[in-house]
């Protein structure tokens, strides 16, 4: 039997956008068939890198297409609700990079849109697929831990001034921040393997940079298993230093750094196996000093799982739901900071 070979669409020609494609054409059963992008310039610049695929500016002309099973949105993150339902609505299922937008509304129109349309989605998560990541997630479930006592992120990442000078950092079309586009991967780590978020205190400024949001954040929250945590990104950080998830119970610690394991010291464990987990991956990637030194192969085993979810039509492993949390413990700090007061999640409809 031939396997069927999944063509992916492309929206978006940005540095994302060829993160993606690199990590496509690593799969033998995926492969771009396709680039849409507003401008000529860079959407026929990104096609000509990828051997010179189609190239449009018309995005119904990229929906119409047959040859199109997946559409894979890379634009600016305030962009992502009308491509994603529209995308939905021709009938295509959706990779959607983080966040899916930049409010809780329009991540919501998103998913809707998906269930409607009844096409798989899933919210770009990569660290979910380290496999490090996996280890400390199945450490935490089997209480390998003990009680889990405290639980952070660190995010001191640097960004250029030019850095800024383009969409990011609006509110318009990013959302925010080093809180929305830089730390919400650890955002997601540290509520996937702590558990759901109770409460957020948060702090936002301005320190290292003229923009519209903020560089540096900072936030105390409490988990609902009792554990205590704290949040910090920034891009203000010169020159930048790795994003570390921290995650501390009262018989072991465990600490990530980009995803992989750096600390694996347990109770019960032995020297040899902090060994085998401190081993298992090297550091590739330098994203948290250079915005274009992205790895790519966590991408590449989510949009295969993707692909699996789709052939075997089950729900992925980061479906619109879970790709939605991260969204809301940011919108909570920033309520937090902007009003003043303790945030407790869920949100209001209202609040988000």
């Known amino acids: 039997m031939t396997q069927k070979i999944y063509g992916i669409g492309l929206i978006g020609a940005g540095n994302i956008a060829r993160t993606h494609a690199a990590a496509i054409a690593e799969i033998p059963n995926a492969r771009v068939v396709g680039v849409y992008d507003s401008s000529e310039a860079a959407g026929r610049a990104c096609a000509e890198e990828l051997g010179g695929v189609a190239w449009t500016g018309d995005l119904d002309e990229l929906l119409d297409r047959d040859a199109v099973d997946i559409v894979n949105i890379c634009t600016p993150s305030g962009t992502h609700a ?24 329009r991540a919501d129109r998103i998913i809707a849109a998906a269930k409607e349309n009844n096409v ?3 919210g770009i998560f990569p660290y979910r697929f380290r496999v490090g990541a996996k280890k400390a997630k199945e450490a935490i479930q089997q209480g390998r831990l003990g009680r889990l006592v405290l639980a952070d992120v660190y995010v001191k990442w640097y960004r250029s001034q030019e850095y800024y000078h383009g969409w990011h950092g609006s509110w318009a079309l990013d959302g925010g921040g080093a809180l929305i586009n830089q730390s919400i991967h650890n955002i997601d780590l540290l509520q996937w393997l702590a558990g759901p978020v109770d409460t957020i205190v948060g702090h936002v400024a301005t320190l290292g940079h003229v923009m519209e949001t903020e560089d540096t954040a900072s936030a105390v929250l409490t988990f609902k298993n009792g554990a205590l945590g ?39 464990g032995t020297p040899q196996e902090e060994q085998e987990m401190t081993s298992l991956e090297v550091q590739d990637g330098r994203a948290f000093a250079d915005p274009t030194a992205i790895a790519h192969v966590p991408h590449r085993r989510q949009i295969e799982d993707m692909l699996d979810a789709i052939e075997q039509d089950r729900e992925p492993r980061v479906t619109g739901l879970e790709a939605r949390k991260a969204i809301e413990i940011i919108r909570a700090i920033y309520l937090s900071a902007q009003r003043g007061e303790r945030m407790r999640l869920p949100l209001t409809a209202r609040e988000a």
């Open 82 to 105: 009308e491509l994603a339902v529209a995308a939905a609505q021709a009938g295509k299922h959706l990779i959607v990079e983080k966040p899916l937008d930049v409010t809780l509304e």
């Open 120 to 122: 798989k989605l899933t």
């Open 230 to 268: 704290v949040i910090q990104g920034a891009t203000s950080c010169w020159p930048g230093d790795p994003a570390r998830a921290e995650f501390h119970g009262a018989r072991g610690t465990i600490v990530l750094e980009e995803g992989r394991i750096v600390v694996w010291k347990l109770a019960d």
